[in-house]
């Protein structure tokens, strides 16, 4: 993992508007960090400092050990989530986090900026819809988690991947999958084989093309059916 050397100038960043540096009108609000596939921005145990970390580009698995056996991956976060938020509570991070591609953050000194939300009404704002949006995401897979179905947790899957594009003013229905097929299995809580058969029972349906990793969803309205719950097919229910 290397560090820029130079400071961020946020207003050539495409994601200006939704990082806190930027609604503070700071243009040297953090530092870039590069982080290459497979490796970890930080992991569980890890003294937490006072810094968040504002996905520029590439995207991450966010892991945490079971009580038996590998890791689980608890979670996805791609441009221009947030990581971080989770620990600012805590002396130690509780989840390790790896890149999923090569992939670049902003570090932003979140006590900096917290102290000028109290200052300025449109950063705390700002600040607010950001603890909202990961409040609403873990709300969200808390209750993925109580699907019993497979295809009601991978439906759960593609629509939370859509909404997120479309919370950031990109199209929902055209994205990139990041992560492998064994990364959306730990995440499901099923085998890879599993999820390989989900994704060819889904593309029969017509609910999406898929070309290596790119994903074109087709039928919005039978994958909320789905991940409701109203059409899961009793084969492929997660043991």
């Known amino acids: 993992m290397s560090t820029s050397i130079e400071r961020n100038n946020c207003s050539e960043c495409e994601h200006r508007m939704m ?10 609000a953090s530092q870039r960090i590069r982080i290459e596939r497979h490796a970890a921005l930080y992991h569980a145990g890890d003294a937490v400092s006072d810094h968040i970390f504002n996905i520029r580009s590439g ?3 966010v892991l945490r050990a079971a009580t038996k056996g ?28 790896i890149a999923l591609e090569d992939s670049e953050v902003c570090s932003i000194n979140w006590n900096r900026h ?21 409040i609403r995401r873990e709300q969200r897979a808390a209750l993925m988690l109580r699907n019993t179905h497979a295809e009601q947790r991978m439906a759960d ?3 939370s991947l859509s909404q997120r594009r479309a919370d950031y003013g990109h199209m ?17 809580g099923v085998t890879a084989e599993c999820v390989s058969r989900l994704l060819l029972l889904f593309k029969k349906r017509a609910l999406f093309e898929l070309r290596r990793r790119d ?6 309205d039978a994958l909320h059916h789905l991940a409701l719950g109203q059409a899961a097919s009793p084969a ?4």
Do not use: W
Request: with cysteine.
């Open 19 to 28: 990082c806190v540096g930027a609604a503070a009108g700071n243009r040297d």
């Open 114 to 134: 917290a102290f000028e939300g109290r200052r300025r009404p449109v950063m705390r704002a700002s600040l607010h819809a950001l603890l909202s949006r990961e």
């Open 157 to 159: 899957l593609l629509l």
């Open 215 to 220: 994903i074109k969803l087709l039928d919005m």
């Open 236 to 239: 492929l229910v997660a043991s």
């Open 59 to 61: 995207s991450f698995k």
């Open 70 to 97: 590998p890791e689980q991956i608890i979670g996805f976060a791609l441009a221009p989530d947030f990581l971080g938020l989770d620990a600012l509570d805590r002396r130690a991070h509780a989840n390790t986090v």
């Open 172 to 188: 929902p229905e055209q994205f990139r999958l990041p992560m492998s097929r064994c990364d959306i299995a730990s995440y499901l």
